[in-house]
């Protein structure tokens, strides 16, 4: 009978890749099958994120819950960046895991189930050229890796510390993932990487020289993928060329993530960034010069340290400047192995919880407003998921959720909506034969 396996997935669309390539190998190599249930599996696996604390914090009391729960003689094993950066340590707290693996050593999954307390956490172990077996969670949109790990050395930031140097994934492989997707009615790619933008600076062996733009050119030529979405770009990066070929390029989905992290320049240089608020203010507006349509989200920290008031304000001025479409925010949070968690003049906790605050509340004004914009609208939406009521869930090209009502024929298709009800996180709309606007 098939082994029953459980897995929960923490972070971010990286660490969605990797649970899928662990899913993968398991089920191929090792006849397991997915299961809901943490009661029933034979093996529950953690693959966790640690860039921020609380996640951390979160997968003690999470291990001691799944220890309770599991069967009689079911393995316990932690992956991703926790496992990466915490290693033996995990064992000797909760001493009921059976092996950790590191969010680098994913393809040695079906390796340390054999191997008592296993640690595999060599954040110099290349996988960049590792044939995983094939498994999606969506028929529709396919993840695929372009590199891993990361050459930044933002001072905040534990990735690469977790992931270890950045090597970009030959692209011959990038495109036969591609044209293996598109093959099983995948029309959307997702290109993933910590700094996407930054691909093609080291492959490991000899491989064909290429940088992002090309690779995003040779990506879209591959038949039957419609769209393509990628994350993270980094700003620093964001040249003419790139820019220019994100506008013309009409495969390519129209949102773009610009992580600006805080809006002065002073703090940005704190955080080794690479870049100063005039920069990153120069790209929005050449951006938006090229490609007027786009939709712009972010990631920002508040309370670096050091963080007065006026860099406060100067974050604020951005936001306001701008104006994202969506912001993902977060206190600063200090993390082991970084270079500023040294740094001195930690901000005030109340502080920092005030700032976040008004931070939110700004963009949800900003928000409240622009989202206005989309009432009876007509956009193209590729319908992805169902939701509850009848209703399916899909995107636009400029990453709008729109819920229709309707069932299953809809998922994997293209069609015309016109935007009834606009809301905070998902539209309502109604299918139409007029022509997107
Ligand atoms: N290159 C990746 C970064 C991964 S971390 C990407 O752009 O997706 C994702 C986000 O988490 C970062 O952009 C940053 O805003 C936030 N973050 C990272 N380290 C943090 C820390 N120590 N405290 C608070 N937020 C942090
Ligand atoms: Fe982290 Fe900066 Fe890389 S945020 S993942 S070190 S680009």
Not at 106 to 126: C, F, G, M
Not at 411 to 420: A, C, E, W, Y
Request: proline residues 4%; negative net charge.
């Amino acid at each position: 009978m098939a082994k029953k396996l459980f897995i929960e997935t923490l972070g971010c669309a990286m660490n969605e890749r990797d649970s899928e390539h662990m899913i993968a190998e398991l089920s191929q190599k090792e006849d397991y099958t997915l299961t809901d249930s943490v009661e029933d599996a034979d093996l529950i696996l953690i693959n966790t994120c640690s860039v921020r604390e609380r996640p951390v914090h979160k997968l003690f009391s999470e291990l001691g819950a799944f220890n309770k729960k599991k069967k009689e003689g079911a393995k316990i094993g932690v992956c991703g960046c926790t496992a990466s950066h915490l290693g033996e340590e995990i064992i000797k707290k909760a001493p009921y895991v059976s092996f950790v693996l590191g969010a680098r050593n994913v393809s040695k999954i079906t390796e340390v189930l054999h191997k008592p307390k296993a640690v595999e956490t060599d954040i110099n172990y290349d996988e960049s050229q590792f044939a995983f077996n094939d498994f999606r969670s969506s028929p529709y949109k396919a993840y695929i890796n372009i590199s891993i790990g990361c050459d930044k050395q933002c001072t905040f930031c534990i990735v690469p510390k977790t992931r270890g140097e950045e090597i970009s994934i030959p692209a011959d492989l990038i495109v036969a993932e591609a044209q293996k997707a598109a093959k099983n009615g995948a029309k959307e790619v997702f290109l993933l990487g910590q700094n996407v933008n930054n691909y093609g600076r080291r492959f490991s062996g000899e491989h064909e020289k290429m940088n992002f733009t090309q690779l995003l050119r040779r990506v879209s030529a591959v038949e039957g993928i419609e769209r393509i979405r990628f994350t993270s770009p980094h700003p620093f990066h964001m040249d003419d060329e790139f820019l220019e070929e994100f506008a013309s390029n009409p495969k390519i989905c129209k949102s773009m993530h610009m992580p600006l992290q805080s809006g002065s320049s002073k703090i940005l240089k704190e955080m080794k960034r690479g870049y100063t608020k005039e920069w990153f203010l120069n790209r929005v507006e050449k951006l938006r010069a090229v490609c007027p349509e786009v939709s712009i989200s972010t990631d920002i920290i508040v309370a670096f340290p050091g963080e007065s008031d006026e860099d406060f304000e100067e974050t604020l001025d951005v936001m306001r400047q701008v104006e994202f479409d969506q912001i993902f925010s977060f206190k600063y949070s200090p993390r082991p192995l970084t270079e500023a968690q040294n740094y001195p003049n930690p901000v005030d906790p109340e502080v920092a919880k005030e700032r976040l605050v008004r931070l939110q509340a700004l963009h949800q004004e900003i928000s409240d407003r622009k989202i206005q914009r989309h009432k009876d609208k007509v956009y193209e939406v590729y319908f992805e998921e169902l939701s509850h009521d009848y209703y399916v869930k899909g995107r636009t090209n400029t990453n709008v959720i729109v819920k229709v009502k309707g069932s299953e024929e809809l998922l994997g298709t293209f069609k015309n909506v016109r935007i009834t009800e606009v809301a905070r996180t998902v539209m309502t709309g109604e299918i139409v034969e007029e022509k997107a606007s």
